[in-house]
């Protein structure tokens, strides 16, 4: 199924989950999904989901402790052997099963998904959704056709290949893509004949839960095990837990770190993807016609409030040529004075609200520092007086800041929709702009000059560098991080055999005749 | 970074000291590490001593509250031009970090250190 944006669906305006005509289904409490059932924490703690829309509590999730992160240990392990030695061609069958299960709820699980997070429905019936069920189908394809090797080492020696299971993973997940990051850890994890025990966020715990009540009938119980809580109790008992294989996170540099160092405790592999201040690069030659493509590099660093800013590659940083500068901001900053904000369930809207108070409070704390940087505020810079309904959510302003990289604006993730905005003379000072800064997860480049892309695509210090586009991530592109921003690669083919498999080598001699050393 | 500095690097409201005291008084000594990053990045994260290691390389930046806070020197030399402010706040820590007290977390403020702050420092950078 695909989404289009059809003049008839401009218009559309979502129910909130639980109210009388939505797509969505709502109980007042959930439980951890343990060996495919829902099992109540086993202290009976719960913590409240709040939507960031209103700020008000729309259901409550098991505030889990320890014991439960257990249960669920023991739900992975007692399934591991059968799901790891499920062929290839029925574990292909299970993901993409799952993938036909979010597809065929995929309005449901969209506006699940824009209620617990705050991103607006067009984003989750366009984006979020259909990415997951695609990232499923990606891993199904590739496990499906996955080789071993055979290596003739002479003529009656051979070394076999074979990609093994890790075992049971634990992995730890964010709340800007609460579903879509779900889908790049689980399904590459599944594909690899791996069990997991997966820790939501706090903020958002719920859409997965969604996601769990429609495909709990195709996966293997306890190949897929949810709990929920806070990460200092679970995702530590988790991280640190000796009955796991391997962990994965995604979040800040000294969770990431932690999870590095338990990891290590337990010598066992980690991957972590931890965050950017990403460079949005546009070249003065994008104004030498005011065409198609030149609309496209607006829109490309308009960008930077795709998801309200949280999203770790956010373009946070754009630098423009200087001889452009007055020009090609006036047409961003006319297009981002025209960014609808408000209700996320209507299909109009195009930015919602911050995921959590926590989020803006860092938001506004960091427009505080920017200006007291004495960088100038070119747009927003506040929070917007919506009333109403949604008087109370986490909104905030669309902002730009103009000023210099040394600046903190320029250097840390705000994970908001502020952006901070420089220019450069030539390609020389882009690059070392650009390079300068601690992260290195993603980068755009723009310019119709194609021999400049590639170089400057090359000497960017960063995991993936968009070229005459951003924010697009499909599967089979390679995505993570350079310096800071992390070690490993999700949503391609070596994911599952670099990051989910571990290799066997079986070296088999043939031949009869003794080696002759003893 | 000399001896006789006078200007605190890192400082924290009252409520922020009056946290850690509780905190310490539940779990023993405590550390913080100032993070970066996606998400929760630009929080200050505070762990039981001995929980996160403590690397040759990471800076000592002050206390708060007697306990010692930390950050990464790569990013140390990116905002060493702001004096850090922990504080406390309504909502759930991120991360590992200690929940300080219910419903609370702390986060990190920041001043722009004046040119004569920055002279104190030894900073001339910025």
Known sequence: MTVTTDTTAATKVYDAPGAPGSVVTLKPRYDNFIGGHWVPPAKGQYMVDLSPANAQEFCQVARSTAEDVELALDAAHAAKTAWGETS?????????????????????LAVAETWDNGKPVRETLAADIPLSADHFRYFAAEVRALE????????????????EPLGVVGQIIPFNFPLLMAAWKLAPALAGGNCTVIKPASSTPWSILKLAEVIADVVPPGVINIVTGPGAEIGKALATNRRISKIAFTGETVTGRLIMQYAAENI??????????????FFADVMAQDDEFLDKAVEGLVLYAFNKGEVCTCPSRALIQESIYDEFMARCLDRIGRIKQGNPLDISTQMGPQNSKQQLEKIMSYVDIGRQEGAECLIGGERPTLGGEFGDGYFYQPTVFKGTNDMRIFQEEIFGPVLAVTTF????????????????????????????????????QAGRVWTNCYHVYPAGAAFGGYKMSGVGRELYKETLTEHYTQTKNLLVSYSSAPQGLF | MGDHQTVAKVMATPAAVDAVADLRAQHGPVIFYQSGGC?????????EEGDFRIGDNDVLLGFVGGAPFYIDPRQYERWQHTQLIVDLAEGEPEGFSLSPADGCYFVTRSRVFSSEELNDLGITNS
């Open chain 2, 39 to 47: 998400c929760g990045g630009s929080l200050p994260m505070c762990f």
């Open chain 1, 425 to 460: 003379r030539d390609e020389a000072e882009a690059l070392r702009i650009a390079n300068d800064t601690l992260y290195g997860l993603g980068a755009g480049v723009w310019t119709r000059d194609g021999n400049r892309a590639y170089r400057m695509g090359r000497a960017i």
């Open chain 1, 268 to 281: 066992i592999p980690s991957t972590t993807e931890l965050g950017g201040k990403s460079p949005n690069i």
């Open chain 1, 148 to 163: 071993g090797s055979t290596t003739e080492i002479d003529k009656d020696t051979v070394a076999y290949h074979f990609h």
């Open chain 1, 88 to 108: 290839l061609t029925e574990r292909a069958r299970v993901l993409n099963r799952i993938a036909d299960a979010i597809e065929a709820n995929l309005e449901m």
